[in-house]
């Protein structure tokens, strides 16, 4: 598939894309290294409210007694709702530019935290991190329509590869800043944080961004599509989160599956109908942009869910403070931050698939040792496998956009930008739903025979219902006026049981992790990836 710009000459003037016709920049506003920066800002906000708040998560519980299902919300209603509509912001950015999506977008974003800093219930939390999903999804794909416009082609690559650390670099560094912030202020600061951020990203945007546009950008919207799509995919996430409520034999289960699975059926006739289709279906004939689109997907399944069970095992089985859980993760941060520039190097030398393969299997392995955690595993081990899970995942971060943006035509660099955030979200979601599903069967199934091989006082069902909930954020159940001998066996029993639960998770990452190494076998540059920008300021 061949792409094709349009330079600023006028309509009809196509030709191919290459280095020379990046337009230049005049001054500050436009300046590719400044756009870079202030597209960096907005995008950095976003990727780090996808794990900050996973460690305030056991604060957020206490303070709004909120349950086990609930704070698995506020992490699946941000993923679902960034990962339902990344795509169609992308179309939106292709159609009504990507400077004014973006500047909307982290206006949203900032004023979206803000509310949630000022929420006083769970139900509030979940509805404005929706809002927050929508917003940074706006931002995202218009972020990276952005670069590819202002960088000239021979540089084009190097500000991915930046892209890539900084989002690689804040979804690692979510915990450490997130563990900060909880023990020295309040969870809220989590949220307010946003705030400031925001405001800078709006204000470089204002001062620096340059919209560009290209003469055949898309001309109409395509809402039916948007319609099925997002139907679909939310049929689908509801369907693997109620799954471990309503029971994976249940009919509202199977109907939610069936109803998703129906919805892409019926996008996928749409689109072949369509005159300019949310998503042309032709991008999907690249093999390499199919496996880079799998790819994401197992990645953040493994990656997003595992992260989700750490938090509370560091903090709750090991009594850490956040502060101290966020340190304990710091292994994890550095080798993304350093692994990312020699991941970005490194592919651009031999290509993403080599590098992306043996950054799978290194998660894979870590995952597997994440799976060996017991409630006494010292420092030193735990560090050995946050350090190898976040050197496996850098190529992965940094060559994903080359691999899916770089074989799609340069026209759709908003849709394409677009699936692979939606890829790595509704991959995120889904992780945090299924092995919260694989965690909490595992713990109904162990949790009354634990409890009785101690010799604890025999629970009622309704008590052994409770017990599980509690378990499955590895708290232990103790009644106020319980003796210390009888509390500190219900403590082992619950930290014992809570880690099985996280061992059997992990070791279902570490089986999507092993397969996401062969569909990474399927990858390669993308055709497009030297194309230059070459479009049009409006």
Not at 338 to 362: D, E, K, N, Q, Y
Not at 386 to 401: I, K, W
Request: glycine residues 12%; charged residues 10%; proline residues 5%.
């Amino acid at each position: 598939m061949t792409s094709q710009t349009v330079n600023a000459t006028g309509p009809g003037d196509e030709v191919p894309a290459a280095p020379s016709e990046a337009t230049p920049a005049t001054g500050r506003r436009g300046h590719p290294w400044l756009t870079l920066i202030t597209v960096a800002v907005g995008v950095m906000m976003v990727a780090l409210d996808g794990t900050i708040v996973a460690i305030a998560n056991p604060a957020i519980g206490k303070d709004l007694h909120a349950s086990w299902a609930q704070l698995q919300w506020i992490t699946n209603a941000y993923f679902l709702a960034l990962a339902v509509s990344l795509i169609t912001a992308g179309k939106l950015g292709d159609r009504f530019g990507h400077r004014q999506t973006f500047l909307i977008g982290v206006t949203g974003f900032a004023a979206a935290s803000g509310a949630i800093g000022l929420s006083d219930s769970i139900a509030m939390v979940v509805t404005f991190r929706v809002f927050q999903g929508l917003f940074g999804a706006l931002l995202m794909p218009a972020a990276l329509g952005l670069l590819r416009a202002t960088f000239p082609a021979e540089k084009l690559n190097m500000a991915i590869g930046i892209w890539g650390m900084v989002i690689g670099a804040s979804t690692a560094g979510g915990p450490i800043l997130g563990g900060v912030l909880v023990e020295h202020v309040n969870w809220q600061s989590v949220f307010f944080v946003n705030v400031p951020v925001g405001l800078l990203a709006l204000f470089l945007g204002l001062l620096i961004l340059l919209d560009h546009r290209a003469e055949n950008a898309p001309r109409s919207f395509d809402v039916p599509g948007i319609a099925l799509l997002s139907g679909a995919m939310f049929c689908l996430v509801w369907a693997l989160i109620k799954a471990p409520t309503w029971g994976w034999g249940d009919g509202r289960t199977w109907l939610f599956i069936v109803a998703s699975v129906v919805g892409f059926a019926l996008f996928s006739f749409w689109e072949t109908k369509v005159k300019e289709p949310l998503v042309p279906l032709g991008l999907f004939r690249s093999v390499p942009l199919s496996a880079g689109v799998v790819l994401m997907v197992l990645m953040a399944i493994a990656f997003m869910g595992g992260l989700f069970f750490v938090t509370f095992y560091l903090q709750n089985v090991h009594g850490m403070s956040p502060i101290g859980a966020g340190l304990h993760l710091l292994p994890l941060t550095g080798m993304m931050i350093v692994g990312s520039p020699l991941a970005g190097a490194l592919i651009t030398r031999l290509g993403p698939r080599i590098p992306l393969a043996g950054g799978m299997a290194a998660t894979a392995i870590a995952m597997y040792g994440m799976s060996t955690l017991q409630t006494d595993t010292g420092s030193a081990v735990m560090s050995l496998w946050f350090a190898l899970l976040g050197l496996g995942l850098a190529p992965v971060m940094v060559g994903a956009t080359e691999v899916i943006v770089g074989n799609a035509p340069m026209e759709l660099s908003g849709v394409a930008g677009g699936l692979q955030q939606a890829a790595m979200q509704i991959g995120g979601s889904l992780g945090t739903a299924v092995l919260g599903a694989v965690m909490a069967s595992k713990v109904d199934n162990d949790l009354a025979g634990n409890w009785a091989d101690a010799g604890l006082p025999k629970l009622t069902p309704a008590q052994l219902d409770q017990a599980a909930e509690a378990v499955q954020q590895g708290v232990a159940p103790v009644a106020k006026g319980t003796p210390e001998p009888i509390a500190a066996k219900i403590a082992d029993v619950a930290h014992d049981t809570f880690v099985s639960g996280m061992s059997l998770a992990s070791l279902v990452a570490a089986g999507v992790a092993a397969v996401a190494v062969l569909v990474a076998l399927l990858t390669k540059r993308g055709e497009n990836a030297e194309a230059g920008a070459g479009v049009g300021h409006i």
